[in-house]
């Protein structure tokens, strides 16, 4: 018989997942920052928008997944009401992460489709 999944596990697996969401976080800002864009040709920054656009789903993955296995623990019924409010605590971080990923990759795609349109390359 198989045994059954804990929330106290699901809460666990949860804050890993919160903890590399800050990695993913820094990932999609360091991919979208563009020092000085006419340092390359437009033709850089149209070969850039595809990988722009993985990293940011890569980027968002990380804290969907712990935003969803925070639900998981919120979810199981268990009797301890401190695992409940850190669960509910990681899913608004991991929520929140998710907005500034989400924000951040926008920003990078956008700003890789307009330099790519930019007059000096």
Known sequence: MRKRVSGAT????????TF???F???MIGA?????????????????????????MAVSLAVPAVA???AVAAIATRHRR??????AAGVLALALAAFVLCRVLG?????????FSQAPWG
């Open 10 to 17: 699901w809460l666990v697996i949860s804050l890993g997942f």
């Open 20 to 22: 590399l969401t800050v």
């Open 24 to 26: 993913s976080t820094f």
């Open 31 to 55: 991919v979208g920052f563009d020092f000085d864009a006419n340092d390359f040709p437009s033709s850089y920054y149209q070969e850039q928008i595809p990988y722009r656009q993985r990293v």
């Open 67 to 69: 935003a969803l296995t």
């Open 81 to 86: 009401w401190i695992q409940t409010f850190t």
């Open 106 to 114: 926008v920003d990078a795609v956008e700003n890789a489709r307009y």
